[in-house]
Antibody, heavy 129, light 110 residues
Framework: DVQLVESGGGLVQPGGSLRLSCAAS????????MTWVRQAPGKGLEWVAN????????NYVGSVKGRFTISRDNAKNSLYLQMNSLRAEDTALYYC??????????????????????WGNGTTVTVSS | QSVLTQPPSASGTPGQRVTISCSGS????????VNWYHQLPGTAPNLLIH???QRPSGFPDRISGSKYGTSATLAISGLHSEDEGDYYC???????????FGGGTRLTVL
C-alpha cells in the first residue's frame, strides 16, 4: 500500500525553526513530484511547496518564500520541509502529498497533467509564545 | 480570499443531485485540468476527481466532474449521508507557478 507518514511537528516560538519529514513507502518515490499542503485550524487547504522527482525544480507559495525550503532524499524515500523564521500564521496541520500524473488527447495532441493523489495524515505545527 | 471561488456551503436531501462550482481564470482552470477532493472532519483530504472528469478506480459513477472555460463543476447524484463534508477544487496556475485550492464548500445532507 502507498503510505506517507509525516513527523517533526510541534510547538515552537515565533522566529524559531522546525524540520518536517515525510517517510514514503509502497511506491517508487523517485518517480514522483512531491508536495506539502497545510491547513490552519478551521480553515481550508493551502499549498506550500513542491519538488520535482530529482529535486531539480522547486516551487513555493509566496508567503513562505525565503523562509521554507523543500528537499528530498530519494535514497531514503523521504521528503523534508525546513521551516525557518516561523510566524503565528504558519500554525497548521502539514500534509505530505504525492503528485501523480495523467494525460488526455486534445486536437490530436497528448497533454500531461498532474494531481495530488495520496495524502499523509499530517503533522501539527504550532507557532506560539 | 482564494483565487479559486467556491460557494461556502451546499445542501441536499438523500437521493438528490447537488452541484458545486469552482470559478477561476485563464491562467489556472482555463489552462489546466481541475481536481476535486473530499475531506471529512479530522481526516486527510481524499481524491475524488482528477483531470476534470476522471474518477479514481473503484469510485462510484454518481460522482462526476466537468469543466467549461474558466469554471469547473462537481456533481453528486443519489446523495448519501456519507457525502457530507468539505469539498475542494484544485488546479495548477501557470502564471503563479503554484497549486491553487478553492476555499472549500461544506456539503450538508439534510
Amino acid at each position: 500500500d502507498v503510505q506517507l507518514v509525516e513527523s517533526g511537528g510541534g510547538l515552537v516560538q515565533p522566529g524559531g525553526s522546525l524540520r518536517l519529514s515525510c517517510a514514503a513507502s509502497g511506491f517508487t518515490f523517485s518517480n514522483y513530484w512531491m508536495t506539502w499542503v497545510r491547513q490552519a485550524p478551521g480553515k481550508g487547504l493551502e499549498w506550500v511547496a513542491n519538488i520535482k522527482e530529482d529535486g531539480s525544480e522547486k516551487n513555493y507559495v509566496g508567503s513562505v518564500k525565503g523562509r521554507f525550503t523543500i528537499s528530498r532524499d530519494n535514497a531514503k524515500n523521504s521528503l523534508y520541509l525546513q521551516m525557518n523564521s516561523l510566524r503565528a500564521e504558519d500554525t497548521a496541520l502539514y500534509y505530505c502529498v504525492r503528485v501523480a500524473s495523467g494525460g488526455y488527447f486534445l486536437d490530436r495532441e497528448y497533454y500531461y497533467y498532474y494531481y495530488m493523489d495520496t495524502w499523509g495524515n499530517g503533522t501539527t505545527v504550532t507557532v506560539s509564545s | 480570499q482564494s483565487v479559486l471561488t467556491q460557494p461556502p456551503s451546499a445542501s441536499g436531501t438523500p437521493g438528490q443531485r447537488v452541484t458545486i462550482s469552482c470559478s477561476g481564470s485563464s491562467s489556472n482552470i482555463g489552462t489546466n485540468p481541475v481536481n476535486w477532493y473530499h475531506q471529512l472532519p479530522g481526516t486527510a483530504p481524499n481524491l475524488l476527481i482528477h483531470g476534470n472528469n476522471q474518477r479514481p478506480s473503484g469510485f462510484p459513477d454518481r460522482i462526476s466532474g466537468s469543466k467549461y472555460g474558466t469554471s469547473a463543476t462537481l456533481a453528486i447524484s443519489g446523495l448519501h449521508s456519507e457525502d457530507e463534508g468539505d469539498y475542494y477544487c484544485a488546479v495548477w496556475d501557470v502564471s503563479l507557478s503554484s497549486w491553487l485550492f478553492g476555499g472549500g464548500t461544506r456539503l450538508t445532507v439534510l
